[in-house]
């Protein structure tokens, strides 16, 4: 699992200590990734939408969560997982 965000480095790292992240936290200034993946429309978007996605062993994308509510996600991808 990784997380990316707008961020910058510095930022990111406080923010995933603060929050006890057991996972990386990318930083994606540029908005490449986000562009890449729709989780934008522009390079000048101010915020990304909540967007996640479960990648499979090959690497390919298994399913897109396009609306994602953090209060309940983790448990809905779990669900995806054991599902199969």
Known sequence: MLGVSFDGVEA???FAKKNAF???LLSDVDRSV???YGACRDAKAR???RVSFLI???GK??????RVD???HP???LADIIDG
């Open 12 to 14: 990111n790292a406080a």
């Open 22 to 24: 057991q996972f990386p």
């Open 34 to 36: 986000a562009l890449a």
């Open 47 to 49: 915020w990304p939408n």
């Open 56 to 58: 499979d062993e090959q």
């Open 61 to 66: 994308i298994a399913r897109a969560y396009d």
């Open 70 to 72: 953090p209060r309940d």
């Open 75 to 77: 448990a809905s991808v």
